[in-house]
């Protein structure tokens, strides 16, 4: 049996169909109406010990809806979910011990408690020894640097210090397996950089990781496997590199520059294998281009000689756009495993 087995799994929420106000409210007293929205539609999963997955789609597609099965949250309406050969919510406590869970979006730390308190709860909510506690925290600040944020209370921390704490608050009691929802939104750079690389350290120890996110930095960083899910239901399943490869390798840079430049003629005799078009404004102007082929820093210096570059920005490609590719047909069920 694999770590995590899902099949056909189904969930179906259903919703009062009222009109708004007060009428609305009476006639649905004596004539109930309801609508069924169908979040996860059908879906077969196997995950296997120490595979790092990235589950991913665009917003409403199903992903937190997933999870929150995985972790018995949420029971589902038809199918089955497995994970390590329990049922998650018959046997929540039991799940809970040996999986991590992180939502970007939301703390899990107590609001109100210095850090130090609510990783001391936890440790006794899992029933952590002394020893082990001390242990684990000693690693977890040598990769995030949480010393600093102990004695602070959760509602000071900045977004960055919160999800440092957060990570440690789900990992403190060391989870062979972890979801993470979203774990570097709103972070900058550096911070992105520390979660990215703490995550790949658990991965290379060994843990199995579920990661949901809309960045694509994040995905192609930590995982090798790469499933997505559209209105509920698994569209692609298969190797991260043949996604990226063929839809996501374009970046565009867009530069707002002093003055317009004349003709475009000149940026784009530079940069023969990139594409060179009008921004959005007239001092703006915006070059897409396959890394692999011209690298950032010509495309920089190609604008720079014809153009007094004020500000720059660089983009990835949307996740949104990758699964609308895929939808497209190109990979189809093709890349299916
Ligand atoms: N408790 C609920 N009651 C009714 N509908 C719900 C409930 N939770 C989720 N849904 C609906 O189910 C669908 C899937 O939601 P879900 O939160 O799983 O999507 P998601 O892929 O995680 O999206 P996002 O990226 O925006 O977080 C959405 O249409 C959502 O509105």
Not at 100 to 115: A, K, N, S
Not at 233 to 254: F, S
Request: proline share 4%; hydrophobic share 45%.
């Amino acid at each position: 049996m694999s770590l995590i087995e899902v099949a056909q799994l189904r969930k179906v929420f259903r919703r009062a169909d009222k009109k708004p106000g007060l009428a609305g409210s009476v006639r649905h007293l004596v004539e109930r109406r309801f609508v069924d929205k169908v979040a996860v539609d059908d879906i077969d999963l196997r995950v296997e010990a120490g595979e790092a997955v990235a589950y991913v789609g665009p917003n409403g597609a199903g992903k937190s809806t997933t999870v929150k099965m995985l972790t018995g949250v949420l029971v589902p309406t038809s199918g089955t979910v497995h994970v390590e050969g329990r049922v998650p919510h018959k046997d929540r406590i039991a799940n809970a011990r040996r999986v991590g869970v992180v939502f970007g979006q939301r703390t899990q730390l107590w609001w109100d408690l210095p850090v130090r308190d609510s990783l001391e709860l936890l440790r006794d909510m899992h029933g952590l020894s002394d020893a082990d506690y001390r242990r684990n925290l000693e690693r977890l600040d040598a990769t995030l640097g949480l010393a600093e944020l102990l004695p602070v209370t959760a509602r000071k921390l900045s977004l960055g210090q919160r999800m440092r704490a957060d990570l440690a608050a789900a990992l403190v009691h060391t989870p062979p397996i972890v979801f993470l929802d979203e774990p570097t939104i709103g972070l900058d750079i550096a911070v992105k950089d520390r979660v990215r690389a703490f995550v790949r350290e658990l991965v290379a120890e060994g843990t199995t990781v579920m990661l949901t996110t809309h960045d694509l930095g994040d995905i192609e960083d930590i995982c090798r496997r790469l499933v997505i899910i559209d209105q509920g239901r698994i569209v692609y399943d298969g190797d991260i590199g043949t996604v990226v490869e063929t839809y996501a390798r374009e970046r565009t840079m867009h530069f707002s520059v002093a003055e317009a430049p004349a003709s475009l003629a000149g940026i784009a005799a530079r940069l023969p294998d990139a594409a060179v078009a009008e921004g959005p404004s007239d001092a703006q102007l915006d070059v897409t281009f396959d890394p692999a082929v011209v690298s950032s820093a010509r495309v920089l210096a190609a604008v720079q000689a014809e153009a007094d570059v004020v500000d720059l920005r660089i983009d990835e490609p949307a996740i949104e756009d990758v699964v609308r590719r895929v939808y497209a047909g190109e990979l189809g069920a093709g890349g299916m495993q």
